[in-house]
């Protein structure tokens, strides 16, 4: 599940993410994600979620 998301992000906008592991419980898992500005998270995130994947994934899981 971490790459399919990732995948969708990267084909509408310029951001790196950081996953974080809690070492007391290995299913805990915290997601980072650095875009270069809140315009660029925004125009991003509207892209993102008005594609059909990103539905169909959120579906999936």
Known sequence: ???APG?????YGDYNVLYLRNN???SS?????FFP???AY???M???NDDAATSA???AF
């Open 1 to 3: 599940m971490e790459t």
């Open 7 to 11: 995948q969708i992000y990267k084909k």
């Open 24 to 26: 007391m419980d290995s």
């Open 29 to 33: 898992i915290i997601e980072l994600n």
């Open 37 to 39: 500005s809140k315009d």
């Open 42 to 44: 925004d125009a991003t």
């Open 46 to 48: 509207q892209r993102v």
């Open 57 to 59: 994934l959120f579906r």
